[in-house]
């Protein structure tokens, strides 16, 4: 039975599946064209029974387009009836925690009951861009302060402040000065020890990027585990991981489109950060033998091939870290590509064509 934060497999799935969206813009494509995927990937997720479906905060990549997620969340929100909408996530530092609370307070008077509040404390960018968007050069400040950012915004989402708290008269609107109604969960997202320490000590849900930080999944889900504590939230940790998974009926084909997203991320990691490149770009570009080493690694940790192999990589992950829940991220340049691997997966596993009752 789902709940607020706990979802429910379907299909011969042994956990919930979920989305993570980058709303990736190809070249030769427009963000417009990427914005209108992300719908579709959210109706077609709400259909076969994803659980959520998140978006994830980045900034000056010319290739994501998902810098503004509340925003994106309010168009997914009317384009849907059943699914969980959140962020994975929104980046603490980088706003003040009322203009947070406010957004987000604004999405659950949207949709009552369907929306989570994934935070992560990186800029979610580079350093120049960062200092931008917090308008101060010492860019640690916001990582270190972020535990007092999470329990301004959790006072903020509660309207709880303490008498006497220079806060104590200000209210985040929507919100329950207006009456009594839910919030949005909070989610910790990382992708090293900090965040699952803090996640597990406050008795929160976590989520791992296992996407592009596989080597500390296992470690930082054992401290999670370790650290908790059961709290008015949970009284079992509940622990998601981010997978690069895509799935074709050719297993050369899907080789050849998650290669495009390996490029690009071979270019972000060497500062020339672009639109994600077409298939046969990638296919004709000149790796170095450095270069080639770095994109064969990315690859290793991305689940791709036919539907069965996907499944089968993908239940292996489940048990290996023992995740509540996978959240897949489908990377590749085109739409049509990302939205064929979300239907394969879920036929892989059988999960219902058509819509699940919501719960």
């Known amino acids: 039975m789902s709940d607020a934060i706990r979802g429910t497999a379907h299909g011969e799935s042994p956990v919930p599946l979920s ?19 992300s719908v579709e990937i959210s109706k077609l997720a709400e259909r076969r029974g994803y659980h959520r479906h998140w978006v994830a905060e980045h900034h000056s990549m010319p290739g994501v387009a998902s810098s503004s997620p509340a925003v994106i969340l309010a168009h997914l929100a009317a384009h849907t009836e059943r699914i969980r909408l959140g962020s994975g996530g929104v980046m603490l530092p980088n706003h003040a925690p009322l203009v947070i609370a406010e957004q987000f307070g604004t999405l659950e008077a949207f949709a009552p009951g369907r929306v989570d ?5 990186a800029p979610g960018t580079d350093g120049a861009t960062a200092a931008a968007l917090r308008r101060t050069r010492t860019l640690n ?32 609107v929507p919100g329950p000065v207006q009456g009594p109604k839910g919030r949005p969960p909070i989610w910790l997202l990382g992708s090293s020890g900090f965040s699952a320490r803090l996640a597990g000590t406050l008795g929160l849900p976590f989520a791992f990027a296992h996407h592009f930080s596989a080597q500390n999944t296992i470690p930082a889900l054992d401290l999670y585990r370790d650290s908790f504590r059961p709290s008015e939230v949970l009284d079992v940790p509940y622990a998601l991981i981010g997978v690069a998974a895509l799935a074709n009926e050719d297993a050369k084909e ?30 004709a570009y000149p790796f170095s033998p450095t270069e080639r080493e770095f994109v064969e690694s990315w690859l290793a940790n991305i689940v791709h091939g036919t539907p069965d192999e996907v499944r089968t990589g993908l239940d292996d992950l489940r048990k290996r870290t023992g995740a509540d829940e996978l959240m897949i991220t489908a990377n590749a340049h085109g739409g049509d590509a990302r939205l064929r691997s979300y239907e394969l997966i879920a036929d892989a596993y059988g999960m219902p064509d058509g819509g699940v009752p919501a719960e």
């Open 141 to 172: 400040e916001g990582a270190d302060d972020f535990p007092q950012q999470l329990a301004e915004l959790t006072r903020f989402l509660d309207d709880d402040f303490p008498d006497g708290h220079p806060y104590g008269r200000i209210h985040a």
């Open 254 to 283: 899907a080789r050849r489109q998650v290669l495009t997203g390996a490029l690009s991320m071979l270019r972000l990691r060497t500062g020339r950060p672009g639109l994600i490149p077409t298939p046969e770009e990638a296919e």
């Open 117 to 121: 509040l994934g935070l992560g404390r």
């Open 19 to 37: 989305v993570l969206d980058l709303v990736t813009v190809g070249s030769g494509r427009t963000a417009s064209q990427a914005l209108a995927t």
